[in-house]
Nanobody, 127 residues
């Protein structure tokens, strides 16, 4: 069973940057589809980005709201997936989660396609 732990959240001013980490214990992450999600107070969980498994060449996908500002990547040696967030906006404020799921889906930004979740890390964008 995969266990995921997020880190790297914090308070940042608008226009700033943060890098979130999703470290895994258990199976090697490169064989899994990994997604980043976020949930703001009073809102539904939203898919932000996904990186496919090595079976699908580690292709990356982004929600329109973050395209061009966020970058997902994977360090196979460290068994960690990162989410680099640049040009942050107040509307990016949320708890960010990483997740993985079973099955042969190449990519998904739907939380229903993910079975294992980290505990989340808070990102606050405010001046």
């Amino acid at each position: 069973q995969v266990q995921l732990v997020e880190s790297g959240g914090g308070l940042v001013q608008p226009g700033g940057s943060l890098r979130l980490s999703c470290a895994a214990s258990g199976p090697t992450l490169r064989y899994y589809r990994i997604g980043w999600f976020r949930q703001a107070p009073g809102k539904e969980r939203e898919g932000v980005s996904c990186i496919s498994s090595s079976s699908y060449d580690g292709s990356t996908y982004y929600a329109d709201s973050v395209k061009g500002r966020f970058t997902i990547s994977r360090d196979n040696f460290k068994n960690t997936v990162y989410l680099q967030m640049n040009s942050l906006k107040p509307e990016d404020t949320a708890v960010y989660f990483c997740a993985t799921g079973s099955g042969g889906i190449e990519w998904s930004l739907s939380s229903h396609d993910y079975n294992y979740w980290g505990q989340g890390t808070q990102v606050t964008v405010s001046s």
